[in-house]
């Protein structure tokens, strides 16, 4: 099983960015598509990006001309650039397989909290 880290996060106020980043504990990652989702507070988890293996993103409309999604397959990392963050964008955050968020995998680590907040 891959197990994944996730850093970077913290508190900002409106307009403010950060970057998180997500290690795997293998390689064998590097075969799947990637992805960013997040929880805000009393609500479910959602998609916020995802990333092929090739380099390939897509983003939810929330994020779009915001965030950035990259990957760095030797380093066995993925990373989130945030820009112009909103108080809506607060919530913890997590990567994962894109597999592992379609299929309804309970299987997640702790997340990185983000709290935008004046």
């Known amino acids: 099983q891959v197990q994944f880290v996730e850093s970077g996060g913290g508190l900002v106020q409106p307009g403010g960015s950060l970057r998180l980043s997500c290690v795997a504990s293998?390689?064998?990652?590097?075969?799947?598509?990637m992805g960013w989702y997040r929880q805000p507070p009393g609500k479910q988890r959602e998609l916020v990006a995802t990333i092929t293996s090739g380099g390939s993103p897509n983003y939810a409309d929330p994020v779009k001309g915001r965030f950035t999604i990259s990957r760095d397959n030797a380093k066995n990392t993925v990373y989130l650039q945030m820009n112009t963050l909103k108080p809506e964008d607060t919530a913890v955050y997590y990567c994962n397989t894109h597999t592992a968020y379609t299929s309804g995998s309970s299987t997640w680590g702790q997340g990185t909290q983000v709290t935008v907040s004046s």
């Open positions: 293998r390689s064998i990652f590097n075969l799947f598509t």
